[in-house]
């Protein structure tokens, strides 16, 4: 389905489209109103060398050893070990360190950013104030297992202290964004699937009816039942036998002494036609013994 079948598909099915986009504007108002807003706190810290005799301005002072710096407590505070050391310290909140603004690493830059954000202020500034004591720690002791002097080492200091707190609605953007946009697909799949489903209603009585005037063939009308023919050999039997019975019953009419019941007793010895004798289209019908005495008796 490409997307002016899509478009098609919405047009024809309007109504229902119309009712889930309420639907899905009424989730999403929820959603703004359930997810509430963040606060974030933005601060950010500065690695500065030693400095002493005619140097006494240390912002004037540039040195690749500054950025190194900043890199080392980088990797080091973002491991999980040093990670879970700040929440058992009450760090509640997300947290994001860099050396830049934007979540990135940079080689040479001397610049520390933490980005705390949490439900409520306190929770972003307290986890921000703890990021910021880790780093300062983690800087101190590795100086110290070094044995740096102390007018040589490196020292951060603050330029966004971690009360900078302003408030952030990234998280219900966020979950607008997500709602939305699967609802949306929702959306569409409910109405392609109804459409489909009320198309294949539609069609199924046709479908049924092609289906069958094209594959299956209509039934043949039964053959209507008919008289078995009788066989040759019974014809030959039923014609035999009316011979015979015709024979006797000429010589019975010819001979006049024997008109008794010897005569009708030797007809009765013919053989018997116990099958139809219209087969051959002729009935036979016997002759009474009181008909050749009076055809006698005329004569």
Request: glycine residues 6%; aromatic residues 2%; charged residues 25%.
């Amino acid at each position: 389905m490409d997307a002016l079948d899509l478009l098609r598909t919405l047009r024809k099915r309007w109504a229902l489209a119309a009712v889930l986009l309420v639907g899905l504007v009424a989730l999403l108002t929820s959603v703004a109103f359930l997810v509430p807003q963040q606060y974030r706190s933005n601060a950010s810290m500065l690695v500065l060398r030693a400095h002493g005799g005619t140097d006494r301005n240390p912002f004037a002072a540039v040195d690749p050893a500054q950025g190194q710096a900043a890199i080392l407590l980088l990797k080091v505070v973002n491991t999980p070990l040093a990670r879970q050391r700040m929440v058992e310290q009450g760090a509640t909140a997300e947290l994001e360190i860099s050396n830049e603004g934007g979540g990135t690493v940079a080689a040479d830059s001397p610049f520390i950013t933490v980005i705390a954000t949490g439900a409520t202020a306190d929770s972003a500034r307290t986890t921000a104030e703890i990021a910021m004591r880790e780093i300062r720690g983690e800087l101190k002791r590795r100086q110290d297992e070094m044995r740096v002097p102390q007018d040589q080492q490196l020292t951060l200091t603050d330029i966004i202290p971690s009360d900078t707190i302003s408030t952030t609605r990234s998280g219900q953007l966020r979950a607008l964004a997500i709602t939305g946009g699967v609802g949306l697909v929702l959306l569409l799949g409910i109405v392609v699937l109804v459409d489909r489903a009320q198309q294949r209603r539609t069609d199924a009585p046709f479908a049924l009816a092609r289906k069958r005037s094209g594959s299956e063939p209509a039934p043949e009308p039964e053959p209507e039942p008919v008289d078995p023919e009788p066989s040759l050999q019974q014809a030959a039997e039923l014609a035999q036998a009316a011979r015979v019975a015709v024979e006797k019953v000429k010589q019975a009419s010819r001979s006049g002494s024997n008109t008794g019941p010897l005569a009708l007793a030797e007809v009765g010895n013919a053989p018997a036609i116990d099958r139809p004798t219209d087969v051959l289209g002729i009935r036979y019908q016997p002759e009474r013994l009181d008909d050749r005495v009076d055809d006698k008796a005329t004569r």
